[in-house]
């Protein structure tokens, strides 16, 4: 994850709150070879000075930086989870969404909220619903605070297929079209080794090694 992120010279990297660990040692790399080998040091060797890598801040969404499992409140929902049951895939049919919601676990208290720390699958249902339609913390609690878990559920079900529906349609339309999808791969890849190869030239030539 480190290298991948260091060699595409990434600002920003969108993680979630259990990855900021593995970025926190991306950072932490980059500071160490920047230090060790550039600026004066590179520049002596015939390089243009300055930082070998930037140095990547995490990009947390506000709301949903963590979406948590259908199935339990307190557990991240995961497309390597065994049950298919604890999660929503983007090419879920209409039937399946409603089925997974329909059988999703919930609680026995009265209304919805989202800060009772004995309700963590209210708290997720409510934050997957605020993802989905946009709407701020504030928004979402006064329409959907007095709601029973029946009609909510209802609601998050159609949000969701209004939400997938396009993204379904693009899908279907790009796989039908095999030539496009390779001229598309194809195009990213020749400007991924573009950005890689300055970067790797660069690191070899301030760490003092020959490329063959």
């Known amino acids: 994850m480190a290298s991948d992120i260091l060699l595409y010279q990434s600002d920003l990297v969108p993680v979630g ?9 991306t950072r932490e790399i980059a500071e160490r070879v920047n230090n060790l080998y550039g600026g004066r040091k590179w520049k002596k060797l015939g390089g ?4 070998l890598f930037k140095v990547p801040e995490a990009l947390i ?3 949903g930086a963590r979406v948590m499992s259908l199935t339990d ?15 929503i895939n983007l090419l879920d049919p ?10 999703c676990k919930t609680d026995s208290f009265p209304g919805m909220e989202f800060d009772n720390p004995e309700r963590p699958e209210c708290r ?3 934050s997957i619903y605020q993802i989905i339609t946009e709407k701020t913390k504030e928004e979402v609690v006064s329409e959907c605070q007095h709601m029973n878990w029946g009609t909510f559920k209802t609601t998050l079900t159609e949000a969701l297929i209004d939400h997938l529906q396009p993204i379904q349609v693009r899908y279907e339309e790009i796989m039908s079209d095999p030539a496009y999808l390779d001229n598309v791969l194809l195009e990213g890849a020749v400007k ?8 790797l030239n660069n690191v070899y030539q301030a760490m003092g090694f020959l490329r063959r």
Do not use: C, F, W
């Not at 243009?48 to 930082?51: E, K, T, Y």
């Open 73 to 87: 409140g307190l557990s991240k929902m995961s497309k390597s989870a065994p049950s298919d049951q604890s999660r």
């Open 17 to 25: 709150e259990d990855q900021t660990q593995h970025l926190e040692l």
């Open 124 to 126: 997720n249902l409510l």
């Open 48 to 51: 243009r000075g300055g930082l």
């Open 94 to 103: 209409k039937d399946v969404i409603a089925n997974k919601i329909k059988r």
């Open 192 to 199: 991924a080794a573009e950005i890689a190869d300055i970067t």
């Open 61 to 63: 969404p506000p709301a």
